[in-house]
Structures are given as structure tokens and as C-alpha cells.
């Protein structure tokens, strides 16, 4: 079965190579759903948010899932890599000296709660259900593995204002929907491994990867300075694919689809 991404039927995209500039009296796209934080107190407190972009064949990610003895093996290497064991250190003077009601051995494993422990791995190659406190747990290991086998990897630091600010920018320079950014982190990776709240992830076929590099490309003159600024690295990135793609066979990969993990 080929690589699947879930998405809006592509029959009414435009197939032009111009983009037009439209006039806009207000926002028409932003999120369909709550991935940024927002606190009350006394007044609204945006978080800065990150989009993390790879190229990286959509079924090698669902391969984790139902995964090889060699891609278990890789995982392991790259949550060793990623995550080290951290010991307790000695406690110094008088402190190392107090009992064991005061202090931790030195030398015991130190454990963050986001940090991905064995289990977790060995819970995402059998694709066990995973409880919601380690779900940060297990997206970190499975982004280190993503960043590591991908063929490339971008970044964008957008707050909720400027993710909306850049996607009316982009949609009144005639970007067509189809390739920005809010329908990119609202389609779904289809993994057994659910997201949590201010976690949202997406990804769009290869085919449309390069279809949205050309499309960016072509509404760069008509965007604000600030927003290009933000969008041409983008279209840059977005125009590699062509060239992943070509290299793909050579390694016997997949041609590399676009993977996207946002965190609030």
C-alpha cells in the first residue's frame, strides 16, 4: 500500500505556476484546533511555539510501530545517543556525609519525567498503548529517532500572533490553503502513539511537498518583509525535496515526505 497522508482531495487545487495577490479584510485560516497554550492572569500570555520539519518517508516513522530486530536495534542506538543515563553525583562536605533520608546514592539513575526510559521503548516497538504520563516521554524518543534517520530537518519559531500573521499574509498573496501551514499541522500521522495537549503533529505526501516549495516560492515578492524573512529559508528547504527524492532509490528509501511535530 503506498505512503499515505491524510488530506483534503487535491481536485481543486490550482495546477498555475503564478500566484495572484488577493485584498483581505480579515483572517480566513488559522488553527482548527488548540495547540497553543494560553494562560489568563490578567491577561492572555502566548507561549512561543516550534514547528520541527523533516523529510523522512511517512511508513519508515510507522515502521517504529512494527519494527524490525535491525530498527529496533537503531532505536535503542539513537535513545542511547539522545538520552544517556544520568547518575546522582556525590554530595559534597557535610552533605555527603548525612543519611540516606537526606540524599540519593550517589550514582542512582536520575529520570526526568519527559525522559524516555527503556520501557518506553520497548512500549513504542510493540505498539503498546501508551499511558498519557509518559506520552512526552515517548514523542521525544520517537522525534530523535525521526531527526536522525530524516533527510533533512527545518525550524520555525511562530507564537499563536505570528503563525496568523504569516498564514493571512501568505493567504492574500494567493497561496493557495492547501499548502500552508495550518493544514500542514492538522493532518494526521495516523500513529498508534496519541498526541496530548499542546502537541500537535502532521504531514503532507512527497508529491505535495514539492508542489508547496514552487507555491512559496511564487508568493515570496508579495509577502511583508518580516514574513519573508520567515518564508524564503522555507521554500528553500521545501525546494531539497526534489533532490531527496532523487537520491531516495539510491538508498533504497522511500522518497521522503513532509513530518511535522509542533510543541506549544
Not at 480566513?28 to 489568563?40: K, L
Not at 529520570?111 to 518506553?120: F, G, H, K, N, R
Not at 520517537?142 to 499563536?160: K, S
Not at 502537541?199 to 505535495?208: A, F, K, N, V, Y
Amino acid at each position: 500500500m503506498p505512503s499515505q497522508c491524510t488530506k483534503a482531495p487535491t481536485s481543486a487545487i490550482s495546477t498555475s505556476t503564478t500566484s495572484t495577490p488577493v485584498t483581505m479584510k480579515r483572517r480566513v485560516r488559522g488553527f482548527t484546533r488548540p495547540i497553543y497554550v494560553a494562560v489568563r492572569s490578567p491577561g492572555y500570555v502566548v507561549h512561543m511555539g516550534e514547528l520541527r520539519l523533516y523529510a523522512i518517508g511517512i511508513d519508515e516513522v510507522r515502521d517504529v510501530f512494527r519494527a524490525s530486530p535491525e530498527l529496533a536495534a537503531e532505536l535503542r542506538r539513537v535513545a542511547e545517543t539522545a538520552y544517556p543515563p544520568k547518575t546522582t553525583p556525590p554530595a559534597p562536605g557535610l552533605l555527603g556525609k548525612l543519611g540516606p533520608m537526606f540524599r540519593r546514592p550517589a550514582g542512582a539513575p536520575v529520570v526526568s519525567p519527559d525522559t524516555p526510559v527503556e520501557a518506553d521503548v520497548a512500549d513504542l516497538l510493540a505498539a503498546r498503548f501508551i499511558r498519557p504520563e509518559r506520552q512526552p516521554a515517548a514523542w521525544r524518543l520517537l522525534e530523535a529517532y525521526i531527526d536522525a534517520q530524516a533527510w533533512g530537518r527545518h525550524r520555525l519559531d511562530l507564537d499563536v500572533n505570528r503563525f496568523n500573521d504569516l498564514e493571512f499574509d501568505l493567504a492574500r498573496a494567493g497561496l493557495h490553503p492547501q499548502f500552508g501551514l495550518t493544514r500542514l499541522v492538522n493532518n494526521e500521522l495516523r500513529l498508534p502513539l496519541q498526541t496530548y495537549r499542546g502537541l500537535s503533529t502532521g504531514c503532507i505526501q512527497h508529491d505535495q511537498a514539492l508542489q508547496a516549495a514552487s507555491a512559496w516560492r511564487n508568493v515570496l515578492n508579495h509577502l511583508s518583509a518580516e514574513n519573508r524573512a520567515i518564508a524564503e529559508p522555507y521554500a528553500a528547504w521545501l525546494a531539497q525535496f526534489h533532490h531527496y527524492g532523487q537520491m531516495a532509490p539510491q538508498k533504497a528509501r522511500p522518497a521522503p515526505d513532509l513530518v511535522v511535530i509542533y510543541r506549544a
